[in-house]
């Protein structure tokens, strides 16, 4: 992907005061870049975020969370209902960079087994393998 295809859709939508979300789009891909943090507080809004996204109907939804400095328990819980509208729309919901602590609660919550995990943007977009953790 080349950095002129991409085509800001919510170029630097600011969601309240401790996460900020970017939203590129190709077409057939939609990223949304996380940056703060993810609390209850956050959650109706980030969900109204990625429902946008998702009502795109790309082929794949990258979420970009490199940038995320604290998540609760909120942050699984609205991926989940992204998850849950992506397959309905036949989007593949794919989590990239996750932070220790993010990695942490999801393999806590076991969420991890459910999502689609790759290192990076660039590995989500160029088809690397995904990474799920395999339990023992």
């Known amino acids: 992907m080349s950095a002129e295809r991409i085509i ?4 630097s939508d600011t969601i ?7 939203t590129l789009s190709t077409g057939e891909t939609v ?3 996380l940056a703060g943090e993810i ?11 990625l429902t ?17 400095s604290f998540c609760d328990s909120s ?4 991926l989940l209902q992204t998850l849950h509208d ?3 729309a036949g ?9 220790p602590q993010v990695r942490r609660l999801l393999e806590v919550t076991g969420t991890d087994e459910v999502f689609t995990i790759c290192d990076s943007v660039y590995a989500a977009l160029h088809g690397d393998r995904p990474h799920r953790r395999s339990r023992p």
């Open 86 to 88: 992506a397959s309905l």
């Open 31 to 33: 990223v949304c870049r």
């Open 16 to 22: 309240g005061p401790s996460l900020r979300i970017t």
């Open 75 to 78: 942050g699984p819980n609205a």
């Open 8 to 11: 800001p859709v919510d170029d």
């Open 52 to 68: 946008r996204a998702v009502n795109q109907r790309p082929h794949q939804l990258i979420v970009d969370m490199a940038a995320v």
């Open 39 to 49: 609390d209850q507080v956050q959650r109706p809004k980030l969900e109204n975020a």
């Open 91 to 99: 989007t593949l919901l794919v989590l990239t960079s996750l932070p």
